[in-house]
């Protein structure tokens, strides 16, 4: 069965800031991961995902995950936090089917 | 890139109403699309998964008859939500995928049901 942890239901940090989201996995399979953002009374939006090959997968605005399959990680960063990256970030993993799983979200928080 | 429209975005109706929620893929064929729902603060959590031209797989304690599923073509389902009352009031979200192993889901900008 797989399932997603995000550590942390809330995340500060200051503009400008390294942005740092963590997310642990369990998957009886290799895994396929996922980040997605929502924003306010919005529905959510692909980040990036990792699927095969380069484990440092490179997503918009700015954002990059790397799968460390040794730690079941896929934590999510950029290197300077902006106003507008204020919002919730769900992890999600799916095995080979359509399924996906989905961690219980980390609010982000930007401090001018 | 893969675009879905759901509509209505908010809707607020009077206890005992039923509410259609439509889910559309503009730009390709869904063959499978999930019906999600999201409590404030919180996760989603999958309601059912509907393939076109068959009945939805609904999720454990999800009411079949409660939440009617309708995935009649490529590039539509519905949610119907029958006789709501106002514990039903949530945001309701649609995604869409197409056939290909991995593909990622692509999402709706859900719809906030307000039942008085």
């Known amino acids: 069965a797989q399932s997603v942890t995000q550590l942390g239901s809330h995340v500060s940090v200051s503009e400008g800031a390294l942005v740092l989201l963590r997310c642990n996995y369990s998957s009886s399979v290799p895994p396929y991961l996922f980040w997605y953002v929502q924003y306010p009374n919005q529905g959510l939006q692909l980040l990036l995902k990792?699927?095969?090959?380069?484990?440092l997968v490179k997503g918009i605005n700015g954002f990059e995950a790397e799968f460390k399959k040794s730690e079941t990680s896929f934590h999510l960063t950029k290197p300077s936090a902006h106003m507008s990256d204020a919002a919730e970030y769900f992890c999600?993993?799916?095995?080979?089917?359509?399924?996906?799983?989905f961690g219980t979200g980390t609010s982000l928080t930007v401090i001018p | 890139g893969a675009v879905v429209s759901q509509h209505p975005s908010w809707v607020i109706c009077k206890s005992g109403t039923s509410v259609k929620i439509e889910c559309r893929s503009l730009?390709?064929?869904?063959?499978?699309m999930f019906w999600y729902r999201q409590f404030p603060k919180q996760s989603l959590m999958l309601m059912a998964t509907s393939n076109e031209g068959s009945k939805a797989t609904y999720e454990q304690g999800v009411e079949k008859d409660k939440f009617l599923i309708n995935h009649a073509s490529l590039t539509l389902s519905t949610l119907t939500v029958t006789s709501a009352h106002p514990e039903d009031s949530s945001f309701y979200i649609c995604?869409?995928?197409?056939?290909?192993?991995?593909?990622?889901?692509?999402f709706g900008d859900g719809t906030r049901l307000s039942i008085l």
């Open positions: 990792y699927t095969t090959g380069a484990t």
């Open positions: 730009d390709f064929q869904a063959t499978t």
């Open positions: 999600a993993v799916s095995d080979t089917g359509n399924q996906f799983y």
């Open positions: 995604s869409a995928t197409w056939t290909g192993i991995n593909q990622p889901q692509h």
